[in-house]
């Protein structure tokens, strides 16, 4: 009978012909809509001048001064331990693994091109190009578990006692794509990390830091100065942007870490590039002003947001709470809503998604080299669709997810087709 009624729903919602992608976290026109008066931020020649510098020539390769400042206000840190870049935060950590590859990080012995081996760990699930950069240089990726404060630090501290394991992924708070928090205490144990290796890298992605969607602003703690008080300035570069505050096309992003990491990465940077476009700098530090003028802009992107995911979680609920089949984490913030399918089912389930026309993250991408032991985690991404159009995704899921543990508990696979 289970059979027969998910059979009948399949087909119906095959009839309707969907074409629906939500296999990555853009955001939605309403709010590209919602920030598009930031074109108009600067209006004439003279706004173009700041402190004395033509932001429309060259120089300032650490970004703008008000830039520079603006992020040290987000994040906490000092604007001297700041890099202002373009609208792509994933170009800075490139650049921060290649420059550590070709030319070592600051404390490196040695260009990790020429150690014998170079170990990351990633914890997983967790964002696919992360883990894409550190396997293109042909590092061993090693997975980590997360747990809901973060990654699972007793095997972290255990497993940075080899020299060869060079660095760590993090996206500290909202993470991508489960949407935890680190706890204070995983902070904490962060920062007060005695790796083998003198050239240990925390790559410290705080991509949404100002993005809740549920609820107050959620105060972090600030890596930089944590690990400088604990003996281990160099030890973390943390990254950000404006990619899901403005537009992810056109925004700007910061690399910021210890005043001594910034002058080694301006000397290596100087050769690359004479600077960022500053004059987007600019728009940006004149459109978004400061942190609380940013705070209060992201509460507009969480009126957007927010219905979005309250939906997900909503048929996430009725479809398929007490069946054994699925869990997942309420995020209060973030892009992601990331489902735990019953063990051997994910991949099936996307295929299902996917012949109703329903296109999310492919399986095992949230694990390093797309491997997913479980075969387990789906990632939906809720943000680009219209909410009616994502309603109708949700349906897609869920009747698929219980078709795909249908079949694993029959132990063959149902007839579609029919």
């Not at 990619?243 to 992003?253: C, H, L, Q, V, Y």
């Not at 491997?371 to 698929?400: G, H, K, T, W």
Request: glycine letters at 6%.
């Amino acid at each position: 009978m289970e059979a027969e009624n998910l059979l009948s729903r399949f087909h119906a919602l095959k009839q309707k012909n969907l074409k629906l992608d939500m296999s990555r976290g853009k955001p939605s026109r309403a709010q590209l809509d919602l920030v598009s008066d930031i074109l108009t931020a600067l209006t004439d020649m003279d706004d173009c001048i700041v402190n004395g510098t033509d932001c429309r020539n060259y120089g300032e390769l650490a970004g703008l001064s008000c830039a520079r400042e603006y992020w040290a206000d987000v994040l906490g840190c000092k604007p001297s331990q700041t890099f202002v870049g373009g609208n792509a935060s994933l170009n800075l950590m490139h650049d921060v693994i290649s420059r550590g590859y070709t030319h070592g990080l600051k404390d490196s012995p040695r260009p990790w091109c020429k150690e014998e081996k170079i170990k990351f760990l990633c914890p997983a699930p967790g964002y696919d190009r992360h883990f894409r950069i550190t396997e293109s240089f042909g590092f061993e990726l090693i997975a980590v578990p997360m747990t809901p404060n973060g990654p699972d630090m007793d095997i972290v501290e255990e497993l940075v006692k080899d020299e060869t394991v060079k660095g760590i992924w993090c996206v500290p708070k909202f993470s991508n794509p489960q949407g935890y928090s680190y706890s204070d205490e995983t902070v904490d144990r962060f920062a007060n990390l005695k790796p083998a290796a003198p050239d240990f890298v925390i790559m410290w992605d705080n991509a949404y830091c100002v993005h809740e969607f549920d609820g107050e602003f959620q105060p972090f703690r600030e890596i930089i100065s944590l690990c400088e008080q604990a003996g281990r300035p160099n030890m973390v570069y943390e990254f950000a942007s404006t990619s899901k505050i403005t537009f992810p096309g056109a925004g700007i992003s910061v690399l910021a870490s210890s005043e001594e990491n910034i002058a080694y990465w301006l000397k290596l940077a100087g050769v690359q590039t004479i600077s960022y476009d500053k004059v987007n700098q600019l728009r940006h530090v004149r459109y978004l002003v400061d942190k609380e003028h940013t705070l209060d802009l992201m509460k507009k992107h969480a009126e957007i947001m927010g219905p979005k995911f309250e939906m997900v979680l909503k048929m996430l609920r009725a479809e398929l709470t007490n069946r054994g089949i699925a869990h997942w984490h309420h995020p209060q913030g973030g892009y992601f809503v990331c489902v735990a399918a019953m063990p051997g089912t994910a991949k099936r389930t996307l295929q299902l998604c996917k012949e109703l026309g329903v296109v999310l993250t492919p399986a095992g991408a949230t694990y390093p080299y797309g491997v997913d032991p479980e075969d387990s985690m789906i990632r939906i991404a809720p943000s680009l669709p219209p909410i009616e159009e994502l309603e109708q995704a949700m349906e897609v899921f869920c009747v698929s997810l219980k078709l795909a543990a249908l079949e694993k508990y029959l132990g063959k696979t149902l007839d579609t087709n029919a």
